[in-house]
């Protein structure tokens, strides 16, 4: 199956909610893998700067992932995270088009 669109949200959270973050999203990401159209989902955070982290996920189009954006869980745990982080930064590809949400 191919990957036809790609959405990172990057964060850098706050001192002490890192682990707060980490049980909180996996129990997300375990139900967005089930959503239709998700080919995957998973989070990492950087080598060098420990609290900076990057949730990913895989669709196989644009519309299954729009789909997800507008979802309530996924909102709320956008919220869940802002109100951990310094800040977030979100982004949308799609590799096979060329073009940039």
Request: aromatic share 12%.
């Amino acid at each position: 199956m191919l990957i036809n669109a790609v959405s990172t949200l990057e964060t850098e959270i706050a001192e002490g909610n890192v682990s707060d973050l980490k049980c909180c999203v996996a129990n997300y990401i375990s139900r967005f893998e089930k959503m239709p159209g998700c080919l995957a989902y998973g989070l990492a955070h950087s080598a060098l700067y420990p609290n900076l982290w990057l949730l990913s996920g895989y669709w196989e189009n644009k519309e299954t992932m729009h789909a997800h954006f507008i979802a309530s869980e996924f909102n709320t745990l956008i919220w869940m995270i802002g109100q951990r982080s310094l800040g977030v930064r979100f982004a949308s590809y799609f590799p096979h088009t060329g073009g940039e949400a």
